[in-house]
């Protein structure tokens, strides 16, 4: 629920959430930072996926926008194009191997 009408929605969200993905439209950035800092805030490991388009006027670089959103090294992010399937099916999977990652690094300081 990226909009702002739906923001109260975001507490009940994190119930058992695993995981997130971002999903950041360069030609809005600022509208990714609500969820970003909700995420932060309740610690939810995350994935930026930056959905890119054709008619891009401006194409910046994943490391650019890593820098405009301030997001730390660990945080996965990857171009994707919403509108196609596997393009999705790709992002899940960062999601799922970045939670996998963490579980094994936690499992090793055990």
Known sequence: PGQ???WFLWDRLFS??????VLVD?????DS????DRLEHHRTPFVVAVNRF??????????????????????PMVDCDARVRQSGKDVLLT?????HD?????EATL
Not at 57 to 73: F, G, H, K, N
């Open 54 to 75: 054709d008619d891009d006027t401006v194409r910046y670089s994943l490391d650019e926008i890593r820098q405009a959103l301030a997001l730390p090294a660990h945080v």
């Open 26 to 30: 360069t030609r809005r950035m600022d």
């Open 16 to 21: 058992g959430t695993l995981g997130a993905v």
């Open 95 to 99: 999601l799922v191997n970045h939670l």
């Open 33 to 36: 930072w609500y969820a970003i």
């Open 4 to 6: 702002e009408r739906f």
């Open 102 to 106: 963490m579980a094994i690094a936690q």
